[in-house]
């Protein structure tokens, strides 16, 4: 479903001559092509966005290696691909969103300690794979669970 609609964009960029979107969505449609072939099967939905998110992570990191060295030019290149990239992403949850789901699945899971931390994270992440980053939800659940605990104290 994704694929035929990354195809679609592809072909339309070359017709318009658009050299970075087209590598841009050449390298996504190889990993998805990679990870079906590890996988031994068409990817779902969240599998999709976790290479997406991946791929979209892999430019930030790369933004500030270059920019660390210098290269701006390059660093500009990542920039525009992480763009191109976060086109196909779902719309991102805002932190109230997000700070509201963390909570009721606290709830939910009855956690109480920070030590709950994954089983929370183990029921939040496929309901927010591609909404959110992986890395803020773990943040704002640990915070979340920190103060719990700190309260019962």
Excluded: C, H, W
């Excluded at 035929?4 to 658009?18: F, H, P, S």
């Excluded at 660093?75 to 963390?102: H, S, V």
Aim: glycine share 6%; aromatic share 4%.
């Amino acid at each position: 479903m994704y694929q035929e609609l990354i195809r679609k964009d592809m072909k339309k960029a070359l017709k318009e001559g658009e050299k970075l979107k087209v590598s841009t969505l050449r390298l996504l449609i190889a990993s998805i092509i990679n990870e079906e072939k590890k996988l031994l099967k068409e990817l779902d939905e969240q599998e999709f966005f976790k290479i997406l998110n991946r791929e979209v992570r892999k430019r930030k990191e790369s933004i500030i290696e270059f920019e660390k060295g210098g290269r701006k030019e390059l660093a500009d290149k990542e920039r525009k691909e992480k763009e191109i990239l976060k086109t196909y992403l779902p719309k991102q949850l805002t932190q109230g969103e997000l700070k509201t789901m963390i909570n009721s699945i606290i709830e939910e899971v009855e956690a109480k300690t920070v030590r709950d931390l994954g089983k929370v994270m183990g029921k939040i992440m496929p309901q927010v794979t591609g909404k959110a980053d992986g890395k803020v939800i773990k943040d704002l659940v640990f915070k979340a669970l920190s103060n719990l605990e700190n309260k019962q104290k």
